[in-house]
Structures are given as C-alpha cells and as structure tokens.
C-alpha cells in the first residue's frame, strides 16, 4: 500500500469537464447533508431517563442562597476549596412498601458529593472513571433505609470542578430503585461501556498497524494510523486526576492529546489517498507539542487552560481540512472508499460542533458530548478502506499469480522444446562423430587391409593375399565387437576378445593362458565408449601378434586385475610371453616391426588416458596397460 507506487486507487484520472466536475460535487455535498440530517436525528433522540415523577427540578444554591433550576450552569472552572452547594427537597409519601431508594445523577462535571439529611452516601471522586469532564457517566446511590424519612427529606449536593469546562449539574432523580435502575443501566451502557469497547477494538488495530508499520518502513500511512489511535486510546483509559499525583501532568497530557491525534489522522488520510505530505503538515503537530510540554513541565492546570485555547480549533481545523482533502479526491476519483471516508468524517465532525456548542450552552443544555463515541464512525470507516485496499490487494496478488502461472507453463513448454531440441542436436552430433572415428577406424584397420589385398591380387601373390584377408576379416570383427554395448564393463568385451586371440594362438600352436586376479576383474566404467574399447582391443591385439612373429614364445598369459590408487580403482591388464625378448628403450636395437608396433602401442594407451609399461628380457616380454580411473573424452582437444 506504498503512496509511491501507482496505485489504481490513487492513480490521477482522467480530467473531467467543468460541468461533470460540478454535477460529482453537487451529489458528494447532496450526500453529505444526507449524513447531517441523520446525525440531526440521532442527536435528538432522547437520553434514558426516569418517569418524571422522580425529577427534581427546583434547586437553592449556597452560597448565595438563591434559587437556580435543573439543569444548571455554574460558571466557575475551579472549585475545589469552595464547592458550591445544592439544596433541594423530595418526599416520601407515607404508606409505602418497603423498598429501597436511590439517587440518580445523570450527568455532572466534574465530581459531586451527595448527602440525604445531612449524611453524605456518595463521592463520585472515588470513581476516577466519572470525573472526566468530557464523559457523560451517570452515578447513582442506594440511600439508606435508615436515613428515609417519612414526608420531607433534604439532599445535598456539593459540585467540585476542576476544568477546563465550567459546572454543571442535570436534573436530579430520586425514587424507588427499581423505577431508576433501569436508566442508569442504559446510560452506562451508552456512554461507558460502548465507548469502552470501542476503545478496546481500537487498541486491537493500532496494534495491528503498528505491526504493519514496523514490517513496511516505506508505508508511513500505517505508523501515522496506528500512532492516532493509540492517543485515542489513551484518552478513553486514563483518569483525569482529581488532585495532585505524581503523573497527574503526564494524565492530563494524554487527556489533552485530541490536537496530536487529529494531527496524525489527517496525515494518515493524505497518504493514504495517495497525495503528496508537505512539509507544512509538520505545523499540524505545533498546538499538541507545546500543550505536551507545557503538561510535563507546568502540571494539570496550564494544560486545561491551555487546551480551551488552542484544542478545539486544533481539532476542528484538521477535521475540515480531512473533509476538504476527502472531497477534493473524490471529485478526481470517485470510489467508494474516498465517500465512506468523507462521510465519516462528515459524521465526526457533525458532532465536534454540536458539542462545542453545547458547551457554549448553545446547542443544548445536558452537555452530553458524543465526539468520542462518534470517532468510532471514523474508525469503521478506516477499517473498511483498509479490508477494501487488502482484499484488493489480495485480487491482484491472486491474478498476479495466475499470470504468472500461465508465464511459467509457457516459459516450461519453451524450455522442454528447447532441451528436446538441444537433445536432438546432441544426439545428431554424437552420431556424426560416432560415423567419424568408424570411418577413421575403418580406414586405418580394414582399408589398409583391403589396399594389401588389391596390390597383392594385382601382383598375383595368393599366398599373401590369403593372409591379408585374414587380418581385414580379424580387423573388422575388432570393430564390430567393439560397436557392442557392454554398458561399460570391459569384461564383456575380453571375452570376446579372448576367444578371437585363442582361436589365433592355437594356429600358431601357442597356448593362452587367462587369470583373473581379482573376483570382480575390471572395474565398470559407465563413460567407456567403442573408442575406447577399440583402442584397448587393439593395443592387447598388437601386444599378442608382437609375441607371436617376434619372439617365438610357447605361452602368452594375460592377466586381469583392479589395483588401489589415490584417484580411485584402476583396471590392470597384462600379456606376458615365455619367449626371447628385445630391448624396450627408445633408441635400442629392436626390430623395426616391433619398434613401430610398441610406438602405435603408445598412442593407443594415451588416447584411452591409460599409462602402457613394457618390460623385456630374456625370460620373454610383459606388457602392462593400467587404464584410467576415469576415461576421457576422445573428441575432446588433447594438450
């Protein structure tokens, strides 16, 4: 709910002709006067009062011993060393049942005293909660059977006011207590328990905001909201001292906070409506910080006086300038949320004035002040803006949220073509280079071969066309047996190879020995590829037809095993003859198929990234491959 961000609710519309601009302000006032009307209305039902019959109307006051009439307006603002006294009459006729009295106050400022013939039974100073003078609580005393006289009996009242407003005493009920009881219950109802309760909602979301205003720093409306109704809940809980205390400064301050609350209200509405706060505004806060001040430092007494001065006007400034803003934008926006905020403000600011004027013995003469109890409208009307922008809030999250859904089903479906086609290209790309090294297989194996052939028949040599197309028949079930998938157990692969080199020694009358020194032979490599299996299957090949031309060996033994090494396990396989050897160094004497045989033998071992050791002697020749713990590559640039 950021005033930054560009809110549909607080987006500028479009601009709107004069008369059109006209016609929205004459049904946003029509509205508005609808709403005075009834506040007219309820301000004019009547409070609940006792049958007449036990009103007491005719008063003397002492001093100086005149006659007044209930209701009445005493004029002095401090009585407490001197409070005024109230004399009045009421009979008990005789013949009545036993039953008990009362005396009802209905309203009263700010604290009184009642006595029934000289024997005081009640001090409503005992009662904090009733001796505030914005606060309309009744009081109400069981008088003592003892003290009831048959006919006439005296009741005193003694009046003591401490500010800021002047005196005042309603008429005054005295009767059975069944016949008041009922009006004193549903003015605690009215003017205390539902004030209560309203603060307590209040309080509940000022809390709430305050959460929201520490979650969200960059939503000041939150803290500006949450700030407002902590005051006001503030003022409806505290006490209005009726003496000296040790916090009776900092209770009347609080008491006094209706200039900060209205300050912070008004700039709760500008960010909330999306307008700009000027620097002005600070100004709003001036009246409530100087009767702060002046309540911590001078105490209760300069701040009533001190409020009458500056108060009212503080509020009713800022609760015209709430009324002012409010229509402004609606005339700019018309939403529903801009006219329920207008007119509770309307609503509050209706009864502000009928207050004000009743205090100036104007409008009506209980001074039955419904300001408190009329704030409630505003925060209704605030709770209601706020569920509105929430479940607002809530829609475009839940849209947001299906656009998204949408974005990523699409982004999904892209992706999953993308990758099928980046697998077909793989696939596309490892069949070409597949087709590759077989035709480099096939040319340097079979087509070598079947070149020795054509040159052979040309020359007309049967003898050494026989053998040549023998070695291209060997050449090419080499390539075909190493095409087989074998799921990277090279084992496979032996075998096949061993039964090819048996059936090639046994021609030659050598015998093949086979061990397999560990159970598990070879370890599985799942990236071995037929270009590593022919290079393996040739370099053995090469080793094999090296020890069967050279070195007239009896028995060639190969040996299988898997050795331990820092970088994992490693496959081990060794061919080894019995027959007379040659010297293995670079440079040596060895004969010159042999050298060029170990040399291709070499190369076939570092393609596969294996290490190739040959040791010869006179006891024969063993040729040893330890292959990689992983293989690598062959496609892949060499360094």
């Known amino acids: ?27 946003y006032l029509a509205l508005q006067a609808l709403v005075v009307v009834g506040c007219l209305g309820l301000a004019a039902l009547p409070t ?47 013949g009545l049942p036993e039953e008990p009295w009362s005396v009802l106050l209905p309203r009263f400022t700010n604290g009184v005293a009642v006595a029934v013939n000289g024997v005081e039974i009640l001090d ?40 800021p407003l002047t005196g005042f005493l309603d008429r005054i009920h005295v009767g059975p207590d069944a016949m008041l009881r009922p009006a004193h219950d549903q003015r605690v109802l009215l003017f205390v328990t539902l004030p209560i309760v309203l603060a307590a909602w209040q309080s509940i979301l000022a809390v709430i905001l305050g959460m929201m205003w520490l979650m969200r720093r960059h939503e000041p409306e939150y803290g500006a909201l949450a700030a407002s109704m902590a005051l006001g809940v503030a003022q409806t809980f505290i006490s209005a001292p009726s003496g000296q205390s040790l916090y009776a400064g ?36 001036l009246p409530g ?4 001040v002046t309540g911590l430092l001078g105490g209760p007494g300069p701040v009533r006086i001190l409020y009458l001065l500056l108060g009212p006007f503080t509020v009713m400034f800022c609760l015209v300038l709430a009324a ?26 209706f009864f502000w004035a009928f207050d004000i004027l009743s205090i100036l013995d104007v409008a009506s003469d209980r001074r039955i002040f419904f300001s408190r109890i009329s704030y409630s409208a505003m925060v209704i009307a605030v709770g209601i803006g706020l569920t509105w922008r929430f479940a607002r809030a809530l829609n475009q999250v839940d849209s947001f949220a299906g656009s998204m859904v949408t974005l990523v089903r699409e982004a999904e479906d892209k992706l999953r073509a993308s990758l099928a086609r980046d697998e077909e290209r793989a696939r596309a790309i490892a069949l070409s280079s597949e087709r590759s090294r077989l035709m480099r297989d096939l040319h340097d194996g079979l087509g070598g071969q079947l070149v020795s052939i ?4 040309e020359r007309q040599q049967a003898a050494p066309i026989g053998e040549a197309a023998r070695a291209a028949l060997k050449d090419l079930r080499l390539v075909i047996d190493a095409m087989d998938d074998i799921g990277g157990d090279l084992m496979l692969a ?22 397999v020194l560990t159970p598990q032979g070879l370890p599985v490599h799942r990236e071995l590829r037929p270009g590593h299996v022919i290079q393996i299957l040739r370099l053995l090949d090469e080793a094999v037809t090296n020890a069967v031309k050279h070195a007239g060996a009896g028995t060639i033994t190969v040996e299988i095993e898997t050795v331990a090494a820092t970088d994992g396990d490693r496959g081990r396989i060794s061919v080894r003859d019995d027959g007379r050897g040659f010297d293995a160094e670079a440079g040596s004497a060895a004969p010159p198929l042999a050298g060029r045989g170990l040399a291709n033998m070499r190369q076939r071992a570092e393609r596969c990234g294996g290490q190739l050791a040959i040791v010869s002697g006179p006891e024969g020749t063993r040729v040893t491959l330890d292959l990689p713990s992983r293989f690598a590559d062959l496609d892949a640039p060499r360094v």
């Not at 054509?454 to 028949?457: G, K, M, P």
């Open 454 to 457: 054509v040159a052979l028949s």
């Open 324 to 349: 002012v803003l409010i229509a402004l934008v609606f005339l700019r926006r018309r939403d529903t949320i801009t006219l329920v905020l207008g007119s509770a403000v309307t609503v509050v600011l």
């Open 494 to 515: 032996l075998g096949a190879w061993r039964e090819r080199i048996a059936a090639q020694l046994r021609a030659h009358s050598i015998a093949l020995a086979w061990r």
């Open 48 to 94: 609940p009062e006792p049958p007449p019959r036990w009103q007491l109307t005719e008063a003397w006051l002492e001093p100086p011993g005149a006659a007044v009439s209930l209701p009445h307006h005493h004029s002095a603002r401090f009585t407490m060393a001197d409070p005024p006294r109230y004399g009045l009459a009421f009979d008990r006729p005789a």
């Open 124 to 163: 409503s100073r005992r009662n904090p909660a009733a001796n505030r003078p914005d606060r309309s609580s009744p009081e109400i005393a069981v008088i003592p059977s003892s003290l009831l006289r048959e006919g006439r009996n005296e009741l005193t009242v003694r009046l003591f006011v401490w500010g």
């Open 250 to 285: 900092l209770n009347a301050v609080l008491i006094a906070s209706a200039p900060l609350e209205s300050a912070f209200a008004v700039v709760f509405l500008v960010l909330f409506l999306g307008l700009r706060l000027p620097r002005a505004a600070a100004l709003l806060f």
């Open 289 to 292: 910080l100087i009767i702060t």
């Open 1 to 27: 709910m950021s005033t930054a961000a560009a809110e549909p609710e607080s987006r500028q519309a479009a601009p709107v002709g004069a008369p059109r601009l006209a016609l929205r302000l004459l049904l």
